[in-house]
């Protein structure tokens, strides 16, 4: 996967950004495609993966095509780590080419110590980009809903909201956002530490395709079907229980199980009234964790 590039302001060319404009900044567990980082002018720090002896950036393409693949037959399970301070400093310095102030928004301080490095930076950059405030912003969220949240905050910044207001919205949408998948196993997940052996056997001998949900930094268990029809049906019941009547805001996420996050995208679409519909694949990052056959939705409703 190629790293994000970006170039050094010096202070004074930061100085004379628009008065009064916002830039995003973010991480690659977010999961945006390039066309969305292109079209809302977002920066990204990107999380890395090692496989074996090989660590390799994450990102929507390149080097780590076939990582589902390698999981698979990978012995370990993959380690992640979260940008280093210097590589959230080279996005703000990126964003601050054209713009005067900075949101950041950051993966889950539960689960990565994105944000925390992200804080690192923003103090680093008091003293390499004066006058430029940064607000690293924790999300409580993952994936698809930390997406949610970057994207509602980088339009707002394209409408010249001031960075208080983007921040008070970022908030707001973290209080809202859902996130709900199905597992095809929780071996990955015990495998990270999150969830005992015993659950891991329990779903397996009774063939249990669990049903999660991830708000507010907490996880927690939504239902247990038998199979992955089952847990699509529980899915999309969920989705569109919760967003009957509104505008909704949704992202459709998997993990080498495209298909069935196509049919999810078609069913939401003909039964909801979307402001925004759209998929994405697991990066690495979070893939590692859930592993593969992961069908999610991310969502808030207006």
């Not at 970006?6 to 404009?21: D, I, L, R, V």
Request: aromatic share 6%; proline share 5%.
């Amino acid at each position: 996967m190629t790293e994000q590039q970006s170039a050094s302001p010096s202070p004074e060319s930061a100085a004379q950004n628009t008065a009064g404009s916002v830039a995003i900044v973010t991480d690659s567990a977010a999961a945006l495609t390039d066309d969305l980082i292109e079209k809302h002018g977002i920066q990204v720090a990107s999380m890395e993966v090692t496989i074996g002896d090989e660590t390799f950036v994450d990102g929507p393409d390149g080097g780590l095509d076939d990582f589902y693949d390698r999981l698979r037959a990978a012995e370990e399970l993959p380690t992640t780590s979260a940008p280093k301070p210097g590589a959230w400093l080279d996005a703000y310095k990126a964003a601050a080419e054209n713009a005067s102030s900075i949101l950041c928004v950051t993966l889950s301080a539960n689960l990565s110590a994105a944000y925390y490095a992200a804080k690192v930076a923003a103090e680093t950059a008091e003293t390499e980009l004066p006058g430029v405030p940064i607000t690293v912003f924790d999300s409580k969220a993952a994936a698809g809903s930390e997406a949610l949240i970057v994207l509602e905050c980088a339009r707002l910044a394209a409408a010249g909201k001031p960075l208080e207001e983007v921040h008070r919205r970022a908030e707001e949408i973290a209080q809202q956002v859902r996130l709900v998948a199905y597992l095809d196993t929780l071996e990955y997940v015990h495998r990270g530490g999150r969830v005992p052996k015993i659950a891991v056997w329990a779903t397996s001998l009774l063939k249990i395709k669990p049903v999660m949900e991830f708000a507010a930094g907490e996880a927690k268990s939504v239902a247990r079907p038998r199979n992955r029809s089952g847990a699509y049906k529980r899915l999309l019941k969920e989705v569109t229980g919760d967003l009957a009547g509104k505008r909704s805001h949704v992202n459709v996420m998997h993990a080498d199980a495209q298909d069935e996050a196509q049919s999810l995208i078609d069913d939401i679409g003909e039964r909801l009234e979307c402001e925004e519909l759209f998929m994405t694949q697991f990066h690495p990052f979070m893939g590692a964790h859930t592993g593969p056959g992961l069908v999610a939705v991310s969502y808030w409703g207006e």
